[in-house]
């Protein structure tokens, strides 16, 4: 499910050219575009915002609260789960927030809010093919698993990650194995979503891993070890370590697309690089004209929503790889969801 300009139109004129001067047949392919709807989480606004896609109109919004991060929706588009972080980011002081707020996408409305107190800072937020919905609490370095979350109202299991600052993290389709980027360690940690007998297997990759994302076939996971600017590829099964490289400068998330190839965001250069799921080697850059602390690729899709710094999402067509269009949105964007 999928990001993007604040005062409507063109985005990226600098980058692309005045829309007078485009060629004649883009203008023509992006008129012919369906519009869709793209939800955003707006982290400084403390709201879920819903815009139509490409042309960036607002919709409509769902204010929340201080500081809302990571969001998920449901295979039906029925409801999307957002956690209430409460801080600016992992490196900030502070308690935190407690709640995970539940929208009701067809009414763009909330619907309730789970309170989940004591444990706080809820970030990482994910489904798995059964739809059963994790959550991680930073603060606790604990997994939280809901099995049938449109009406839960806690979770169903609570799983010690056993880290000391828990900030992201993805899971297997079948919910049989999560991966934990422990920022504060340097770990990255698997554990047993359903088991906490499971001892949890811990790798040290460096510095700060903060991005995640697992290939297609689940059996590579994808680290990257945000300060220091370097990707590694570790074994999924065993989180032993298959191949690294060096990025160009901080960098902070990962995505994959459907044909493994890696798309990383790169903060330092302001840019986009794309790399080979085996050795990691880069094989191609893209400017960005802000650095992207989000990247939002729907399932098999080929259009990524890249959040930017400056309160905008670029829309990025992977296969043409260039920027096509964008739009303006609140403060601080970041995760999104393609309706």
């Known amino acids: 499910m999928s990001l993007i300009d604040r005062r409507q139109g063109l985005w990226g004129l600098a980058v692309l050219g005045l829309a007078s001067t485009l060629p004649l047949a883009w203008r023509r392919a992006q008129a012919a575009t369906p519009a869709r709807e793209l939800a955003v989480v707006e982290k400084g606004a403390g709201r879920v915002a819903f815009y139509s896609v490409p042309d960036g109109r607002l919709l409509g919004s769902v204010p929340l609260g ?46 309730r809010t789970i309170d989940l107190s004591p444990h706080r800072r809820w970030h990482g937020m994910r489904l798995d093919a059964k739809g059963r919905l994790y959550a991680l609490s930073e603060s606790d370095s604990r997994l939280a698993r809901f099995d049938t979350p449109a009406t839960a109202q806690g979770p169903d299991r609570m799983i010690p990650v056993g880290g000391a600052r828990s900030h992201y993290f993805v899971v297997k389709a079948d919910g049989s194995r999560a991966f934990v980027a422990d920022t504060m360690s340097g ?14 297997v811990k790798q040290h990759i460096g510095t700060a891993p903060e991005g995640l994302a697992l290939s297609p076939d ?24 298959r191949a690294r490289t060096t990025l160009r400068g901080e960098a902070v998330r990962v995505v994959v697309q459907a044909d493994g190839r890696l798309i990383v965001s790169n903060t330092a250069d302001k840019s986009l690089t794309r790399h080979s799921p085996t050795t990691l080697a880069e094989e191609a850059r893209l400017p960005l004209p802000a650095a992207a602390p989000g990247l939002n690729l729907p399932a098999g899709g080929s259009i990524l929503y890249a959040a930017l710094e400056t309160n905008r999402i670029a829309i990025i067509d992977l296969a043409a790889w260039k920027i096509t269009g964008g739009f303006a949105t609140g403060d601080a964007p970041d995760t999104a969801v393609l309706l």
């Open 218 to 241: 689940e059996r590579t996971l994808y680290v990257i070890d945000r300060p220091a600017g370097v990707l590694h590829a570790l074994d999924a099964a065993t989180l032993r370590p």
């Open 187 to 200: 770990l990255v940690i698997m554990i047993d979503p359903d088991d906490a007998s499971f001892a949890p």
């Open 66 to 111: 201080s500081q809302p991060h990571e969001m998920v929706a449901d295979s039906a588009g029925r409801f999307a789960y957002v956690g209430g972080y409460g801080v600016k980011g992992w490196q900030f002081g502070g308690d935190g927030g407690h709640q995970l707020w539940v929208i009701d996408l067809a009414t763009r409305k909330l619907a």
